[in-house]
């Protein structure tokens, strides 16, 4: 196929990340003014929708390590039950 006979075609995919960017673009528009957070003595001031995005991969990052973890333990299982 030639890319001039290439279609624009509407995926699945293609819905979801502009959902998601719709979604980022009105968190970021109601969610600008600053706020104070505190951790261990720390004081961080940030727009508020960066803090909640930061919050978001954490729990994103956290949930990857775990289910990680998760299928280490089972595959090691796995390994002693076939001995």
Same mark, same amino acid.
């Given at each position: &196929? ?9 995926? *699945?995919?293609? #819905? !979801? @990340?502009?959902? %998601?960017?719709? $979604? /980022?673009? $009105? +968190? ?6 600053d706020t104070t957070i505190q $951790?261990?003595? @720390?004081? +961080?001031?940030? *727009? %508020?929708? #960066? $803090?909640?995005? !930061?919050? &978001? !991969?954490?729990? @994103? =990052? +956290?949930? !990857? +390590? =775990?289910?990680? /973890?998760?299928s280490w333990r089972r595959k ?5 039950n076939s001995d």
């Amino acid at each position: &196929m030639d890319e001039s006979e290439r279609k624009f075609r509407v995926t *699945p995919a293609l #819905v !979801l @990340w502009s959902l %998601l960017a719709l $979604v /980022a673009v $009105v +968190l970021v528009a109601q969610n600008s003014s600053d706020t104070t957070i505190q $951790v261990l003595g @720390w004081t +961080l001031q940030a *727009p %508020l929708f #960066v $803090v909640i995005v !930061l919050a &978001m !991969l954490a729990g @994103w =990052g +956290l949930g !990857l +390590l =775990g289910s990680q /973890a998760w299928s280490w333990r089972r595959k090691r299982a796995e390994g002693r039950n076939s001995d």
